[in-house]
C-alpha cells in the first residue's frame, strides 16, 4: 500500500526541540519532493516547509525560518523536521505530504500532534 | 503572500442537492489550485488539481473550474459521505497557502 508514515510528535517546552520524521512505503520516496503542512486545533490547513527530491533549496514559511530544518535521507526513505525554538503557536497536527506535479498534495499521512506548553 | 478566501465559510444542504463552494485568490494562481476533502481527525484528501482535473478514484460528481483568481468546485448531488470540510490550495507560488475552509453540513 502507498502510504506516508509521520512519527515523532509529542510535548515540547517552549523553546525546547523536537524531530518529526515522514517514512514512505509503497513508493520511493527520493522521487518526490515532500511538503510539510500543520494544522492548529481548530483551524485550517498552513504549509510549512518544502523539501525538493534533490534536497536542494528548502523552502520554508516565514513563521517557522530560521527555526526549522528540513531534511531528507533517501536511504532510509525518510524525510524529516528538525524543530528548535517551540513557541506555543507551534501547537498542530503536523502532516507530510507528497507533493505531485507542478506542487499539489497527491498523499497525505495521517498526522502527528505536537503540543508544546510549559 | 497570496490570500485565499473561500465563501461561504458554512454551507448547509440536502442529501441530493447541488453545491458549489468559491475561491477567490488576491492574486493570480494561474490554474495552480486544489481542492482538499477533509473529515474531523483525518488527513485532507486531494478531489480536483490543475483547477478541474479530477484526482484518480474521486467520484465524478465532483468538478471544479475557473483560472487566474476566480475558482469553484461543484458536487452535482450530495451523497452522505460528502459532509466534511473543503479546502482550496494554491500552488503557483511559495508561500503555498490555503483557503480557510468551508465546512458543509446536513441541513
Known sequence: EVQLLESGGGLGQPGGSLRLSCEGSGFTLNNF?????RQAPGKGLEWVSRIGASALNPIYADSVRGRFTISRDDSENTVSL???SLRVDDTAV???ARVDGAGYFSLWGQG???TVSS | DVRMTQSPSTLSASLGDRVVISCRASQTVDFRLAWYQQKPGEAPKLLLFHASSLQSGVPSRFSGSGSGTEFSLTISSLHPDDFA???CHQYNTYPHTFGQGTKLEIK
Request: proline share 0%; net charge neutral.
Open chain 1, 33 to 37: 519532493a515532500i511538503s510539510w503542512v
Open chain 1, 82 to 84: 528538525q524543530m528548535s
Open chain 1, 94 to 96: 503536523y502532516f507530510c
Open chain 1, 112 to 114: 502527528t500532534q505536537v
Open chain 2, 85 to 87: 470540510t473543503y479546502y
